[in-house]
C-alpha cells in the first residue's frame, strides 16, 4: 500500500511550469530516488512534498489523508538540506533537539533521544560544539540526526552528500542506506548523481522536464530502460533510429536503411530506437573479422582515444555513428581503418 | 621577518587615531584631576554627582538616548525585515529611499520638526482641526521632541545596519525550522532574532552614542531641557569653564563605554556561536 501520493500535481513559477500533471505514488518503508539533470523537477518534487512550495493545482495524500494544506511544521517530515542549514547559534545538542522542544518533550526525555540518535549518527561527544567548528561530514551527519530524532513520518534528502568530498560521499551514502534500513523510514532522495542514486535506493525515478520517465528499481532501469531521455542518462551513448520493426522467431528484425538487425526479444518493448552501451560494442579490422560476428556492420575509424583501461573509438557507418569502449589489450585500431562493427542482439534494447 | 609588513597598512590609521584622538582624549581625562596644577583631586567629580541640576541631565540624557534607541529598534526592526525579503530591485530601491534623509543636515532636519510640532505647528493644528484636543500639545522644547528628532536621525542607519545582517541569513534556515515543527512565531524568535543579534548590538550602539553625544537636535529641539552635550557647550562656551567641560566630557566617555560593554556582554548571552 502506498504511503503518500501526489495526484495530478502542477507547480509554476511565473506562469512557467515546473510539474504539469504529476502523479507519484511511495510505498511504506520504501527510499526512492528522484533522479535527473538540473531543471527537471526533482528538488520540487521534493519540497512540495515537504510543503515548502504549494501547487497550483492537485493533491498530496498521505496516509489516504488531504496533506495538500497541511502547513509544513504539522507535517512531521524529515528535511535534509543540500547546504545543511544548521542553526549557527546552536551547539549540535540544541540543532538537534530544536524539534523535540517545538514538540514539547519533557527536558529528560529530550536529552534520551537527542544522545541516542547522536550515537546512530556516529556524533557522541559533539554536543557542545558549534556547526561553525564541525567538517562537511559531520554537518551532515548533524543534519541527519536533526531530521531523524523527530522520529518523522517521511524523510526527505535534497542533495544531501553534492557538498562532500568522493570519498566521503560513498561513506555517507552507505550511512545513510543503514540508518534508513535500521529505522525503516520511509525517505526520499534527490540526487542528479546516477551511482549515489542506484546503489542507494528501493526505486529510482528518472525526471526530464517535470515529469517521471521511469519509476523501477536500480536493476531494471540499468537493464531496461524505457525512453531515449533514461537509456542516454544511463549511459546507453548508442541510438539507431529503425525505420520498422517485425517479429521473427529468433527475435525482432528491426530495419534501418535497408540494413536489418536482429534484437532479442525484451519485456513487452515497442520502442523504435536501438539502444546500445559503448562497452558492449565490438570492433575487428575488416581483414580479420571472425565468421559468426552478430549484426555486423561496416565502419571507419574517426578518432580514436585513449581511456586507459580501454581505448574508445568514433565508429563512422552507414546508420549512423557510433561510440566504442574496446579492450586496451587489443591491438589498437588506426585512425581511418576499416573496421567490422558486432552489435551483439542481447545489448539492443529497444526504447521509445 | 615578511608578516610584519603586513601591520604597515594598519599604520596611517592607527597613527591618526593616536595622535587626533587618543592622546587629546587622555590628555583631557587627565586634566579632570588636576584643576591647579597641584596634587590630584577629585572633589569636582564628587561635588558634581552631588548637584541635583547635574544628575537630572544625566538621567535626561540616558532616558532621551536609551528611548530612542529602543524606538530605531522596533520601528527598524520589522522594516528591516520586510526589505531584507524584498527582490533585488525593490530592495535597492527602499534602500535608497531609506537613505534619502542622511542628506540633509540635521539643522535643516530639525527647523523642520519645529515647524511640524511647534505650537501652531502641523501637528497640533491637525488634531484641534478634527477636535481630539481643545488646546495645542506640548510637544516641542521637551525631551519627547529631541527624542522625535533623534528617531528620525538614526532610524535609517537602523534600517540598513539591521537590512545587513538579515540579509545574511540564510532562507534555507527558517525552513529548517519550520520543518521542524516551529510556528512562525517560534521560528522568529528562535532562529531569526538571535541571528540578528549583531546587528541589532551594532545598530544599537550606533544609535545610543549617538543620541547621548548629539548636540544640534536637542540644541534645536529642546529648548530650556538640557542634555549633557549642550551643557557641555554651555560651561565650555558661554561660562569659559573648560574644567567643567572637560569633566562632562570624562563622564560622556565612561558611560558610553559602559554602556557599550554591557551591549556586547548582552549580545553574547543571547548569540553564544563562539
Given amino acids: 500500500m502506498s504511503l503518500f501520493t501526489l495526484q495530478d500535481v502542477t507547480v509554476a513559477y511565473q506562469k512557467q511550469a515546473i510539474l504539469q500533471d504529476f502523479n507519484l505514488s511511495i510505498g511504506e518503508g520504501e527510499l526512492v530516488s528522484l533522479l535527473g539533470p538540473s531543471g527537471c523537477g526533482k528538488t520540487t518534487t521534493l519540497r512540495l512534498i515537504a510543503g515548502f512550495l504549494q501547487s497550483k493545482q492537485g493533491k498530496f495524500l498521505f496516509r489516504e489523508k488531504d496533506y495538500t494544506k497541511v502547513p509544513v511544521n504539522k507535517r512531521n517530515f524529515g528535511f535534509v538540506f543540500q547546504n545543511y542549514a544548521l542553526f549557527p547559534h546552536m551547539t549540535v545538542f540544541d540543532n538537534v533537539a530544536f524539534g523535540l522542544r517545538q514538540r514539547k518533550v519533557s527536558k529528560a526525555s529530550i536529552k534520551d533521544r537527542v544522545l541516542r540518535v547522536l550515537d546512530i549518527a556516529s556524533l557522541k561527544g559533539f554536543e557542545e560544539r558549534f556547526p561553525a567548528a564541525l567538517s562537511g561530514g559531520q554537518k551532515q551527519r548533524v543534519a541527519i540526526a536533526r531530521a531523524l530524532v523527530i522520529e518523522p513520518d517521511l524523510l526527505l534528502f535534497d542533495e544531501p552528500l553534492s557538498n562532500l568530498d568522493a570519498n566521503l560521499r560513498v561513506n555517507m551514502r552507505v550511512e545513510i542506506r543503514r540508518i534508513q534500513q535500521e529505522l525503516g523510514i520511509t525517505t526520499v532522495y534527490v540526487s542528479h548523481d546516477q551511482e549515489e542514486c542506484f546503489s542507494i535506493s528501493d526505486k529510482v525515478a528518472i525526471m526530464n522536464k517535470g515529469i517521471i520517465e521511469q519509476l523501477s528499481d536500480p536493476a531494471t532501469i540499468y537493464r531496461q530502460p524505457k525512453t531515449k531521455f533514461v537509456a542516454d542518462f544511463i549511459g546507453f551513448k548508442n541510438f539507431i533510429q529503425f525505420d520498422s520493426r517485425r517479429q521473427e522467431t529468433d527475435g525482432i528484425a528491426a530495419t534501418v536503411q535497408g540494413i536489418t538487425l536482429t534484437v532479442q526479444q525484451q519485456d513487452n518493448d515497442t520502442g523504435l530506437v536501438g539502444a546500445i552501451r559503448p562497452d558492449d560494442l565490438r570492433l575487428y579490422p575488416l581483414d580479420a573479422a571472425p565468421m559468426t560476428v552478430e549484426n555486423a556492420v561496416q565502419g571507419k575509424v574517426l578518432i580514436s582515444t585513449y581511456l586507459g583501461r580501454s581505448y574508445q ?28 562493427l558486432e552489435i551483439p542482439k542481447k545489448q539492443i534494447v529497444l526504447v521509445d | 621577518m615578511r608578516n610584519y609588513y603586513k601591520y604597515l597598512l594598519i599604520l596611517p590609521g592607527v597613527l591618526f587615531l593616536t595622535i587626533f584622538m587618543l592622546v587629546p582624549i587622555g590628555m583631557t581625562i587627565i586634566s579632570t584631576f588636576f584643576p591647579n596644577e597641584a596634587a590630584a583631586d577629585t572633589s569636582n567629580y564628587a561635588s558634581l554627582f552631588r548637584d541635583s541640576y547635574f544628575l537630572e541631565i ?30 533585488a530591485k525593490m ?85 529548517a525550522a519550520a520543518s521542524l515543527g516551529a510556528s512562525r512565531f517560534g521560528v522568529f524568535t528562535k532562529v531569526v532574532l538571535p541571528l540578528c543579534v549583531p546587528g541589532l548590538v551594532i545598530g544599537g550602539i550606533l544609535v545610543f552614542v549617538g543620541s547621548f553625544t548629539a548636540y544640534t537636535t536637542p540644541a534645536l529641539l529642546g529648548g530650556q531641557q538640557r542634555v549633557l552635550s549642550t551643557l557641555l557647550y554651555q560651561n565650555a562656551n558661554t561660562l569659559n569653564d573648560w574644567h567643567m567641560a572637560s569633566i562632562l566630557a570624562a563622564i560622556m566617555i565612561v558611560v558610553t563605554l559602559i554602556v557599550i560593554t554591557c551591549m556586547n556582554l548582552l549580545a553574547n548571552k543571547l548569540n553564544p556561536r563562539r
Fill in chain 1, 313 to 340: 573509438y568514433e565508429v563512422k557507418t552507414s546508420i549512423g555513428q557510433f561510440t566504442v569502449n574496446d579492450d586496451a589489450a587489443a591491438a589498437p585500431l588506426a585512425n581511418g581503418q576499416e573496421v567490422v
Fill in chain 2, 58 to 87: 544625566l538621567w535626561t540624557t540616558l532616558r532621551v538616548s536609551i528611548l530612542t534607541t529602543i524606538i530605531c529598534m522596533v520601528i527598524g526592526f520589522p522594516t528591516a525585515y520586510f526589505i531584507a525579503r524584498m527582490s
Fill in chain 2, 91 to 175: 530592495k535597492a530601491l527602499l534602500l535608497i529611499l531609506t537613505i534619502f534623509p542622511l542628506l540633509t543636515s540635521p539643522v535643516v532636519r530639525s527647523f523642520s520638526w519645529m515647524v511640524i510640532i511647534g505650537r501652531n505647528g502641523l501637528v497640533n493644528e491637525a488634531l484641534m482641526g478634527i477636535g481630539i484636543i481643545q488646546e495645542p500639545l506640548e510637544i516641542l522644547y521637551t525631551p519627547t521632541a529631541v527624542i522625535i528628532g533623534l528617531v528620525h536621525l538614526f532610524l535609517p542607519l537602523t534600517i540598513i545596519t539591521l537590512v545587513g545582517v538579515m540579509e545574511s541569513i540564510e532562507s534555507d534556515l527558517l525552513t
